[in-house]
Structure formats: structure tokens, C-alpha cells
T-cell receptor
Framework: DQQVKQNSPSLSVQEGRISILNCDYT??????FLWYKKYPAEGPTFLIS?????DKNEDGRFTVFLNKSAKHLSLHIVPSQPGDSAVYFC????????????FGKGTKLSVKP | GAVVSQHPSWVICKSGTSVKIECRSL??????MFWYRQFPKQSLMLMAT?????????EQGVEKDKFLINHASLTLSTLTVTSAHPEDSSFYIC?????????????FGSGTRLTVV
């Protein structure tokens, strides 16, 4: 049973427009959510995160929104740039567990010039 | 920032041999390290959690005798794939957790592409 779901395997966006990546989760005990960016044959790199006590966190072009009642979060990238093309993983953490991250399957973002 | 070094970045080995992958936290002490495996177009799947000085905790379905994990120091964890077979070919990634940074303290290695021929 997948606790973290990214239902869109891929997303294509024009440069300069907004990219919206979505993530759903089932475990209401999760208390931190993180987004990672991953290039092929490399490890994931941390992008942005949000605590469950907040509903929005912004860092430059990246904003993460959390809707706890819907168990849904989204990552907004605006404006999108070709260098943003990568696979984005949503991850959830903790909530009483020993602290390992639970990952979604990822969404491949392609930003076209 | 926190840096995790993982090597080798890629390795090709013959079926039946063993391969060791190292994961080092370079500028922090990681009491907990995690080993993930990623199949093509799939998510990162947690294989095991290792705590320094104690036995690793394996996820369901992961053979502990096949994937040996050693976390002998606060900066080094190793994963040894024993008697490797072609189905073990995959991308393996380690993660080290900086306990001083809470949930934000996960840093990933660059991954190891294992190909068993």
C-alpha cells in the first residue's frame, strides 16, 4: 500500500510558465514533507520542505503548499526553467517512526525552451 | 552543507561475486544511515536502516543475508551485495541523517549503478 503517491509520472511545461507537481499521502501521522530533485544516475538533492503545522513554504521560485484535510501537497515552480528538468520526488517523514523517508514514485518534469 | 560520499558510482561484476558499496558522511556524524534501491521508473525503495553499532533493520522482502550492512562508525556504512545475480542489477543510494537537523537532515549519496553480468 503506497503511503505517498505521485499520480503523474510526467509533466511537460513551457519555459517561463508555472510547473505544478502534486503529491498525495495516506498517513495522517506524517509531520514533515520534503521535495527532492533527481537527475539520472545521481542521488536526490533536497529542494524544499514543509512542516505539517504550516500550509505554505516559499523559497525563491519554489513554493510548497500543504492541504492537511485533503492529505495533499503540491510543489509550484515559477517561472520554470530548462534546468529544472529532472525527476521530482515527494517524501514524507516521521510521525513517530524511526525516521526513514517514504517516497512517492516521482514525476519527471520536462521544461521546454 | 552536509555531504555524503558514496562509491563506487558504478560497478560491473560477474554473477556469483560480491560487491561492496561505501557510504560516508564527510562533515557530520550520522547515527542513522539508510540504504535505498531504485528500479527504472520506480520510486526509491527503502531496503534497510542501519544504526551505528547495532544490527541493521531490514524492510520486508529484503534478504539480510544477501544484502549485508555494516555501520561500524558514525561516518561510514557499507552495503555488500553477496553472490550477486543479474536481478540485483539496480541503482543503490545511501542516505545519512544528521541528528542535529531533524527531519531536514537527510543527505543522499550520489548513488551506485550495479550491473551484474
Amino acid at each position: 500500500d503506497q503511503q505517498v503517491k505521485q499520480n503523474s509520472p510526467s509533466l511537460s511545461v513551457q519555459e517561463g510558465r508555472i510547473s505544478i507537481l502534486n503529491c498525495d499521502y495516506t498517513n495522517s501521522m506524517f509531520d514533515y514533507f520534503l521535495w527532492y530533485k533527481k537527475y539520472p544516475a545521481e542521488g536526490p538533492t533536497f529542494l524544499i520542505s514543509i512542516s505539517s503545522i504550516k500550509d505554505k513554504n516559499e523559497d525563491g521560485r519554489f513554493t510548497v503548499f500543504l492541504n492537511k484535510s485533503a492529505k495533499h501537497l503540491s510543489l509550484h515552480i515559477v517561472p520554470s526553467q530548462p534546468g529544472d528538468s529532472a525527476v521530482y520526488f515527494c517524501a514524507a517523514c516521521c510521525g513517530g517512526s524511526q525516521g526513514n523517508l517514504i517516497f512517492g514514485k516521482g514525476t519527471k518534469l520536462s521544461v521546454k525552451p | 552543507g552536509a555531504v555524503v560520499s558514496q562509491h563506487p558510482s558504478w560497478v560491473i561484476c560477474k554473477s556469483g561475486t560480491s560487491v561492496k558499496i561505501e557510504c560516508r558522511s564527510l562533515d557530520f556524524q550520522a547515527t542513522t544511515m539508510f540504504w535505498y534501491r531504485q528500479f527504472p521508473k520506480q520510486s526509491l525503495m527503502l531496503m534497510a536502516t542501519s544504526n551505528e553499532g547495532s544490527k541493521a533493520t531490514y524492510e520486508q522482502g529484503v534478504e539480510k543475508d544477501k544484502f549485508l550492512i555494516n555501520h561500524a562508525s558514525l561516518t561510514l556504512s557499507t552495503l555488500t551485495v553477496t553472490s550477486a545475480h543479474p536481478e540485483d542489477s539496480s541503482f543503490y543510494i545511501c542516505s545519512a541523517r544528521d541528528p542535529d537537523r531533524g527531519a531536514y537532515g537527510y543527505t543522499f549519496g550520489s548513488g551506485t549503478r550495479l550491473t551484474v553480468v
